[in-house]
């Protein structure tokens, strides 16, 4: 599966910004996403995760009550709602597909190396 990212931009703190992520080539709903992101000089980082059925996602204690993922699979997109925005989210934003069959629990889901595909990447830069 081939993954679009979309949305970045600059925000202000305390704004919004909602990040798109578009799948193309295979069965889109069979896959579990996140998203994840690496700032300047540091390692990439989880955001959020949800099933491929949906349910409850996982969410980063540093982004949880101020962002939301959710999907569609009819649309074959993954969506990053941002709210409250600081400058520490700032960095590049990455989408990420998992095959059936993965360990689908913490700490698994969590780690990068349990997601198969990926996309390129959007900047969200959040100006203070």
């Known amino acids: 599966v081939q993954l679009q990212a979309s949305g970045g931009g600059l925000v202000q703190a305390g704004g919004s910004r909602t990040l798109s992520c578009a799948a193309s080539g295979r069965t889109f709903s069979v896959y579990a996403v996140a998203w994840f992101r690496q700032a300047p000089g540091k390692e990439r980082e989880f955001v959020t995760a949800l099933a491929r059925s949906g349910g409850t996602p996982y969410y980063a204690s540093s982004v949880r009550g101020r962002f939301t993922i959710s999907r569609d699979n009819a649309k074959n997109t993954v969506y990053l709602q941002m709210n409250s925005l600081k400058p520490e989210d700032t960095a590049g934003y990455y989408c990420?597909?998992?095959?059936?069959?993965?360990?689908?629990?913490?700490?698994?889901?969590?780690?990068?190396?349990?997601?198969?595909?990926w996309g390129q990447g959007t900047l969200v830069t959040v100006s203070s």
């Open positions: 990420a597909a998992s095959s059936p069959g993965r360990r689908w629990y913490p700490p698994y889901v969590m780690r990068s190396d349990e997601y198969d595909f």
